[in-house]
Nanobody
Framework: QVQLVESGGGLVQAGGSLRLSCTAA????????LGWFRQAPGKEREFVAA????????RYADSMKGRFTWSRDNVKNTVYLEMNNLKPEDTAVYYC??????????????????WGQGTQVTVSS
């Protein structure tokens, strides 16, 4: 079993930055992957970013490219998503997700078996 815990959400003005963290408790493998998804009220969950733990390969949704950046602490089993130039449309609950699969980082929800509880990000204008 793997448990994921997110933190770092909060209220920020447009143009500001936040750093989300996701800590994994349990077994991790060299082929494991992590992803961030988000969901705003009345909207479907959407892909934000993904990373392969072993290789560090990353993937970002188009609207996040150049603004959001992955980093990780291998010792702590923690990943971070640095979010810059935040916009009101970034307001959502952000979920950390984990899965074990080979290949490139995936944007598909069904590739991820484990999900955190989410952390709220609110961006004011």
């Amino acid at each position: 079993q793997v448990q994921l815990v997110e933190s770092g959400g909060g209220l920020v003005q447009a143009g500001g930055s936040l750093r989300l963290s996701c800590t994994a408790a349990g077994r991790t493998d060299s082929w494991w992957a992590l992803g961030w998804f988000r969901q705003a009220p009345g909207k479907e969950r959407e892909f934000v970013a993904a990373i392969k733990w072993s290789s560090g390969s990353t993937r970002y949704a188009d609207s996040m490219k150049g603004r959001f950046t992955w980093s990780r602490d291998n010792v702590k089993n923690t990943v971070y998503l640095e979010m810059n130039n935040l916009k009101p449309e970034d307001t959502a609950v952000y979920y950390c997700a984990g899965g074990g699969f080979s290949g490139a980082p995936s944007d598909a929800e069904n590739e991820y078996k484990y999900w955190g509880q989410g952390t709220q990000v609110t961006v004011s204008s």
